[in-house]
Every structure is written in structure tokens, then in C-alpha cells.
């Protein structure tokens, strides 16, 4: 197998890195978990009252996995047997995937370009003046999405579901020391789902967002800090890697945004 024995640690919070972990322990990879980003759900009246408004919109766009997963626990909590009506917009096929397994099966997404500005070039959102639609998401984030649906005309209805926080401890360096190297605090057990030891040899990181980047890099001693970086980190988008060489990572590799890219890009550097 392609990734026969390498070590390979994937940083995606672990309800969005299910099926990239799946490929790579299909490749032969040994893979490490370490989530950059904490999902916390957001269960308000007003997320609510929102959610109701989003299932009676003409156009929905989930930007991401975990927009998904919270939005439609929250309708079955919120609005039990409510019909979703939208059209549905997701970033990639991993999201139309996961939006058919909650029974929506006709999803657009953008067959390149796995991001905002994908789903802003589908043909069916360059005429969206009048349209009320949905932006169904976590607090914060970018903004590229809402700003240019209200420039061509939209009714903008942002749904903010959720909130991303940094782990509390950091996740990754007990991959990048030994356990008996690692400062105190910085120790931690390894999730039981991994293929390894926390302070195994780790071969490559996957890192898949910038603000997931910069919670790692500040959690970790500057010991884990000069392991991680001269240690390959593949990442999904120019952004993200630009990112990464800001802070003198080394050996920073540029994929392609869907989870097939960022296999093919580690077969490709070990192969």
C-alpha cells in the first residue's frame, strides 16, 4: 500500500475527519488524531427561531461538516418533523455526502475549488437578487460568502449555530515529543481511535484551516514547536500554507482541497 507504515497525523476537529482518516488507513497509513478546533454548540432561542427561518428559505449554504451535523441535531430538537424546502449548497462532495445522509439529496457544490469562492462561481447563485438565503454556520469566520451574496441582491439570514474554540490542551504535542521529553502539561494520552503512541516518528501533518494552524502552533512548547517545523504539513489551500511558511514552517505542501487531493499529495511526496 502507497502509505504503507507512515505516520500521519490529522488535525480536523474529529467529527470532520472521520472519512480522510478512513482513506488514509486504506493507503496503509497509521494515523494520529490530534483536533485543532472544538465544535461547541450554540442552543439558543434565537439560534432557534433562526434555523425555523432557514428550512423556509430558498437557498441554503452549510459551510462546512460541522455546520451540517449541528444544524440538523438542532431541527430535530428545535423543529421535529420540519420539511427542508432550500435548495442546498455545500463546499464539496464530502458535505453533499453528509447532506444526503440527512435525507437532502439534491446538493450543488463546486467541482474544483473547495471554498467560499467555488461555491460563489456555481451558476446557480449568480442570480440571487431577491433570494433569501441562508449561511449556516459557526460564529466568527470569513465573511466572503455573506458579503458578496448581499452585493448581488440576496437576503442574507446568517445561522450561527455553533462556536469554534481551541483545545484546552494542546492536541498535538505529545505527536511532535517523546513522552519523556514533553514539558509538564504537554503529556497527554493519545486518543484511544489512534494508530499510535503519543511521541511516535510522525511522517506529515494535515492541517485544513488557518485558524486550526494558529491554535497548534500556540499550543505547542517551543521544544514541539522546532520538531514541527523541518515535519511535512500538507494543507488544503494556498491561504492555509501561506499561513504556515508565516511562521517558518519549512516544508509546507499545497493540495487540493478535496479529501482525494490531500491523499494523492501524500501517495505523490512518499510514493
Not at 457544490?109 to 461555491?119: T, Y
Request: one cysteine or more; hydrophobic letters at 45%; a neutral charge.
Amino acid at each position: 500500500m502507497s502509505l504503507e507504515g507512515r505516520s500521519v497525523v490529522v488535525t480536523r476537529p474529529l467529527d470532520e475527519s472521520v472519512e480522510l482518516t478512513a482513506a488514509l488507513r486504506e493507503r496503509g497509513a497509521r494515523v494520529g488524531l490530534a483536533p485543532a478546533i472544538e465544535i461547541e454548540v450554540i442552543e439558543t432561542a434565537d439560534v432557534a427561531t433562526s434555523i425555523g427561518e432557514a428550512l423556509a428559505a430558498d437557498d441554503a449554504i452549510f459551510v462546512s461538516p460541522s455546520a451540517i451535523r449541528v444544524f440538523f441535531t438542532l431541527v430535530a430538537r428545535s423543529h421535529p418533523g420540519s420539511i427542508f424546502r432550500p435548495r442546498a449548497f455545500a463546499i464539496g462532495p464530502g458535505s453533499a455526502r453528509l447532506l444526503a445522509a440527512h435525507g437532502v439529496e439534491s446538493v450543488f457544490f463546486p467541482p474544483r475549488a473547495h471554498d467560499s469562492a467555488g461555491v460563489l462561481a456555481l451558476p446557480e447563485l449568480a442570480q440571487s437578487a431577491g433570494r433569501i438565503i441562508a449561511v449556516i454556520g459557526g460564529e466568527g469566520g470569513r465573511t466572503e460568502l455573506a458579503e458578496t451574496l448581499a452585493a448581488r441582491g440576496a437576503r442574507l439570514l446568517r445561522v450561527s449555530c455553533y462556536r469554534r474554540r481551541a483545545p484546552a490542551a494542546s492536541t498535538l504535542e505529545p505527536w511532535l515529543l517523546p513522552r519523556s521529553d514533553a514539558p509538564a502539561g504537554h503529556a497527554g494520552q493519545a486518543d484511544p481511535q489512534d494508530d499510535r503512541v503519543a511521541g511516535a516518528r510522525v511522517d506529515a501533518l494535515v492541517v485544513t484551516s488557518t485558524e486550526g494552524l494558529h491554535n497548534l502552533w500556540a499550543g505547542c512548547s517551543p521544544a514541539a514547536q522546532a520538531i514541527w517545523l523541518s515535519t511535512p504539513t500538507f494543507m488544503p489551500h494556498p491561504r492555509i500554507a501561506a499561513a504556515g511558511r508565516a511562521l517558518g514552517l519549512r516544508k509546507v505542501h499545497v493540495t487540493d482541497s478535496a479529501d482525494a487531493g490531500i491523499v494523492a499529495a501524500l501517495e505523490r511526496f512518499f510514493g
